[in-house]
């Protein structure tokens, strides 16, 4: 299984502690193979309403907020738990992309012939997108462009 994105550990929460970082909004999402486990991002903000914006623009219940240094015995709580993976909201290398595109190309290609999105496979550009946390595909043909979050193309 492959994840692109940063594994929070407490280093980095203790880091930004120490910095000007106050305001965290914890963004919770699914990825293929993880079953049970709840997956989340975690992204940091120096200012309240940056924070807030981000918050408003998700679907309810799919963010928590938490602010420095008031939550971080119940984050770090999270990050002990076997029940819970969070990420940083960085990606781990350069070529992730390829590299994501690589090994969930079956089941993209699978997706394509299902839903009969393209009439052919031929010179489908596979691309990804990362958003305020979310992880979308985006398939271009040149007619034809096609974007969505990639856990729900993939279809887990």
Known sequence: MYIPFKLL????????????????????FNWPGLGSIQVAMLHPYNEYLLAEMHLIQMPPGSCTPYSL?????????????????????EVIE????????RLYDPKIKRSIIDRQLFPM?????????????????????EHTIHKELFYDFVGG
């Open 9 to 28: 550990k407490k280093e980095h929460l203790d880091e930004l502690a120490r910095s000007a970082i106050t305001y965290l909004v914890m963004q919770y």
């Open 69 to 89: 240094p008031d939550d971080k015995q119940s984050i770090e709580t999270l990050l002990e738990s076997r029940e819970h993976m969070i990420f940083f909201n």
């Open 94 to 101: 350069d070529g992730w992309q390829d590299k994501l595109a």
């Open 121 to 141: 496979l031929n010179n489908i550009e596979v691309s990804f997108q990362l958003e305020l946390g979310q992880l979308s595909i985006v398939l271009n043909d």
